[in-house]
């Protein structure tokens, strides 16, 4: 069989935590300001953790190698 590799797009977008859990930047943010409001943009600063769920489909089919 042959190895299991990263999800290229996943490393740029995803990171784990000390605890293990996975930390994302806020969605909607990557482009495309000019139309959304100023008050979106401001509330969609910083990172979030996942959900618990969410988290462990991450690590298990993305991440698999952290």
Known sequence: MPKMKTHSGAKKRFSLTASGRVKSLQAGKRHGMLKRS?????????????????????????????
Request: without cysteine; hydrophobic residues 40%; aromatic residues 14%.
């Open 38 to 66: 100023n008050k979106f943009i401001r509330n969609q600063r910083g990172s979030m953790i996942l959900f618990k769920a969410d988290g462990e489909n991450v690590k298990k089919f993305f991440l698999p190698n952290d």
